[in-house]
Nanobody, 125 residues
């Protein structure tokens, strides 16, 4: 059974850092592109960042560019979040897909092959 399991969420203050992890199991994700999406209360799910299967290409939403860094190591992807702001408060989901098509700024992630269940990040002001 394929699983993506996120961890690392929590309650932090403005300006703090967190690192999210997403562990993939059940199959080899070597050739899967991976990304992070988030959904704040009362809002639609939105794209945060993505990394290609080789790790050679990354893309970020404008709202997190320069503050967040996505990386991967075999079957685990990470999201290093620095200079956190209250508007970063959301449930963060990792996702995987064989194509990069849904892993672009503005995407809601429709059609992604696999999803995790999410981890909550709360940034207090």
């Amino acid at each position: 059974q394929v699983q993506l399991v996120e961890s690392g969420g929590g309650l932090v203050q403005t300006g703090d850092s967190l690192r999210l992890s997403c562990a993939a199991s059940g199959r080899t994700f070597t050739y899967y592109n991976m990304g992070w999406f988030r959904q704040a209360p009362g809002k639609e799910r939105e794209f945060v960042a993505a990394i290609s299967w080789s790790g050679s290409s990354t893309v970020y939403a404008d709202s997190v560019k320069g503050r967040f860094t996505i990386s991967r190591d075999k079957n685990t992807e990470y999201l290093q979040m620095n200079s956190l702001k209250p508007e970063d408060t959301a449930v963060y989901y990792c996702a995987a897909d064989l194509t990069m098509a849904p892993l672009v700024p503005g995407s809601k992630g429709d059609g992604m092959d696999y999803w995790g269940k999410g981890t909550l990040v709360t940034v207090s002001s």
